[in-house]
């Protein structure tokens, strides 16, 4: 396999070697894929605090308008 120094690839060879990656992770088999334990760990706190009420809840839009803003002032 021959190798690359991402480093110097401008960003859009950058952008497409991710899409390559991102296909062909997403054509693994799913027994392949595996979460780290702190994902569960994480998922598990997450419901109980949304449970308890103290977790704040957006809709898909709101939080893509939020993802937007963060993006644009940093």
Do not use: F, Y
């Amino acid at each position: 396999m021959p190798t690359i120094d991402i480093v110097e690839l401008p960003t859009a060879e950058k952008l497409k070697l991710m899409e390559s990656l991102w296909d062909s992770l997403c054509m693994a088999p799913v027994n392949d894929i595996h979460s780290p334990a702190w994902h569960a760990e994480v998922l598990t706190e997450r419901m109980r605090r949304l449970d308890a009420g103290n977790e704040r809840v957006s809709s898909w839009s709101e939080a893509k308008e939020r993802i937007r803003n963060q993006v644009k002032s940093s």
